[in-house]
């Protein structure tokens, strides 16, 4: 077996000497000592997901011969001594015992993993875990605690809260609701609110859930303020409504649900006839039409982020939300601008920031926009009004795979099974499109009105449930992986490390068919890398915070475990068998791959195969 010298001289280079000879591995368990020297100086870049982010300073990388210790079957490890400046960040300390580490409130105990993980491991074995997530549009059908635990029962990983409806009384029940129900019951369901915008919709109907729009029929769509609305008429938010649509243009509700002419312009009133009937939902989606095409200069003048939408991204941050979901991004600015403001805000939380990709600005800043981000929507409903339908498919597609290449978790949002707001099973074509987002490997699927008001949410749910794993294992029985080769991520060295220690990793897992990936990460960054390789085996990922944790809970194939740990791997490991064996998740002989992101005075990253004992 080889012995891998690495050594790297100066912050710019890292070269791999693979030698023939050294430490003998062949013999299979309990023989293994692969190491790897470095000595190199580097800065520390300021960049998302640095190991022991939050300090700075230069390393100083030395190489160790491992020694030899029961169970291990390899270990490649590179040490670091690394230079520090006090550290800022909270529960950064190093080396750490355990016992003496001190936690927030209500994190001290031994190992947290959500309960329906757990049951599902210690019933069905490593294989049947889903890989891809599911995310639950919350709405008055799915809102009362009993409703919401069937979801979490269900499978559900992340409730979503649209803050275009509902009152801020009924998110802030909604969001306690389901803290109760991680605390009291063991789920672990992450909530993303989501922003209004500033769309242009229609007002409620008068408590009405819909109503229905006949061909032929006469409409007026008003900006006068109504307090009480005469038969076939709805209030339009945008104040520039009636100045702005010319007698001819279309106007297409929900993308395309119902459609209107405007065939007169009264002061306020537009009057409008209905061109294709349909079902009107309170506060639809409105966009206008002239001549084939979207009349989007007003729009464009709207701001992303409303006033409104401040009010509730503060109250989101007050309520501590795992993240939070920008509706109609156009720019990456407008992202960048948040994160700042939430950094200010609360500075020890970790909000991920979402873009939703939902209309034809965001496409042409794509790339800059997902990079600046903490993951990405891909939000079909808005985005095929925006765009012309067929393209739909292909731009989910491209922002799959770019969000993916620049390691950001990807939602494929709106209609994947819209047929079961009504009935009680999907189209066969529902179906194939839930099948193809999980092949195209995008990190969770999302529900919307099927579970939010939909008649079968708990059905919607399962279905999303059992075509992933289905999908999911047609793609492994076929090795649909072997073609997927990812570009490099960044130039800083550093990252280079930690994206080749895990794509090392994912490689070894999927070669050696491990039963699964232990990777033991403070702020996620390692976590999220080894997801981004989309690997055969379960991730699990030992993190020590709260909030990282229910962060986790969105990233393809990564299961979160919330555990306290040291710098020192040797007892996180034995720790970790220990605690996974006593809860029948785990048993002796199963083989893993280990990967270690904590940065310590003596280690900043490893791999290792062990075998449990
Ligand atoms: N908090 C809520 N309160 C009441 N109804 C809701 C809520 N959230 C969602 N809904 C209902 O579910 C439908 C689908 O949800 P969603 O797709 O998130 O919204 P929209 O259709 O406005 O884009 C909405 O049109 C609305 O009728
Ligand atoms: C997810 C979407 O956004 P919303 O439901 O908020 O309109 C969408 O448009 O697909
Ligand atoms: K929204
Ligand atoms: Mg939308």
């Given at each position: 077996m080889a012995m891998v010298h690495m050594q790297a001289l100066c912050s710019s280079s890292v070269s791999l000497g693979v030698h023939?000879?050294?430490?003998?591995?062949?013999?299979?368990?309990?023989?293994a000592s692969v190491s790897f020297r470095t000595g190199l100086a580097m800065r520390q870049s300021?960049?998302?997901?640095?190991?022991?982010?939050g300090r700075r300073g230069v390393r100083q990388v030395t190489m160790v011969q491992v020694p030899q210790r029961e169970g291990v079957v390899a270990d490649v490890k590179a040490e670091v001594g690394v230079g520090l400046e006090?550290?800022?960040?909270?529960?950064?300390?190093?080396?750490?015992s355990p016992g003496k580490q001190q936690q927030q409130s209500?994190?001290?105990?031994?190992m947290e993993v959500d309960a329906v993980t757990e049951a599902e491991l210690k019933e069905?074995?490593?294989?049947?875990?889903?890989r891809t997530k599911l995310i639950c549009t919350i709405g008055p059908a799915t809102c009362a605690p009993e409703q919401l635990e069937a979801l979490a029962m269900g499978g559900m990983n992340v409730a979503r809260l649209?803050?275009?409806?509902?009152?801020r009384e009924w998110h802030t029940q909604v969001i306690r609701s389901v803290r109760s129900l991680n605390s009291e019951k063991g789920y672990s369901v992450a909530i993303m609110m989501d922003t209004e915008g500033s769309e242009i919709h229609m007002g409620d109907f008068?408590?009405?859930?819909s109503v229905k729009a006949e061909d032929g029929e006469e409409w007026i769509f008003t900006v006068r303020k109504l307090d009480t609305l005469p038969e076939r008429t709805t209030i339009v938010n945008y104040e520039g409504f009636a100045e702005d649509v010319k007698i001819g243009d279309e106007l297409v509700v929900d993308g395309g649900m119902v459609r209107f002419e405007v065939i007169e312009k009264v002061g306020p009133d537009v009057k409008c006839k209905c061109t294709d009937p349909g079902l009107l939902l309170p506060r639809a989606n409105l966009t206008f039409w002239r001549e084939g095409r979207l009349v989007r200069e007003r729009n464009a003048m709207?701001?992303?982020?409303s006033s409104k939408d401040w009010i509730d991204i503060d109250f989101g941050i007050a309520e501590g939300v795992d993240f939070i979901a920008i509706s109609?991004?156009?720019?990456a600015e407008v992202i960048k601008h948040l994160k700042s403001y939430i950094q200010a805000r609360s500075p020890n939380g970790s909000i991920g920031v979402f873009a939703k990709i939902e209309s034809s600005d965001s496409l042409k800043n794509l790339e800059e926009i997902i990079r600046v981000s903490d993951g990405a929507m891909v939000a079909r409903g808005d985005l095929g009004a925006q765009i012309p339908l067929e393209q739909v498919p292909s731009v989910q597609q491209a922002i799959v795979n770019l969000s993916r290449e620049l390691n950001k978790p990807v939602i494929v949002a709106s209609?994947?099974?819209?047929?079961m707001i009504e009935f009680p099973t999907p189209t066969r074509a529902e179906v194939a499109d839930v099948s193809e987002a999980v092949r195209q490997r995008a990190d969770a699927l999302m529900l919307s009105g099927e579970s939010a008001?939909?008649?079968?949410p708990d059905k919607a749910l399962s279905v999303l449930r059992t075509v992933s794993l289905r999908m999911e294992s047609w793609c492994r029985e076929n090795k649909q992986h072997a073609s997927d080769r990812l570009p490099e991520l960044s130039s800083v060295l550093h990252d280079r490390i930690s994206e080749n220690i895990c794509n090392s990793a994912a490689q070894m897992a999927n070669r050696l068919e491990v039963d699964a990936i232990f990777v033991y990460t403070r702020r996620g960054y390692m976590a999220s890398l080894l997801s981004r390789c989309r690997p055969d085996c379960p991730i699990f990922a030992f993190t020590d915070t709260k909030s990282v944790r229910q962060r986790l809970?969105?990233?393809?194939g990564l299961i979160p475990f919330r555990l306290d740990f040291s710098g020192d791997m040797e007892s996180n490991l034995r720790r970790t068998f220990a605690l996974l064996k006593a809860r029948g998740m785990m048993k002796k002989g199963d083989l893993i791959v280990a990967v270690s992101d904590i940065s310590t005075a003596d280690m900043l990253q490893s791999i290792q195969v062990r075998r449990i004992p």
């Open positions: 023939g000879e050294g430490a003998g591995v062949g013999g299979g368990r309990g023989m300021e960049g998302r997901g640095m190991v022991g982010g006090k550290s800022e960040g909270k529960a950064g300390g190093n080396g750490v209500g994190e001290g105990q031994s069905n074995g490593f294989r049947s875990t889903r649209n803050m275009c409806h509902g009152t008068d408590g009405a859930p709207l701001p992303t982020i109609f991004v156009r720019t209609q994947l099974l819209e047929s008001m939909g008649l079968f809970n969105l990233q393809w």
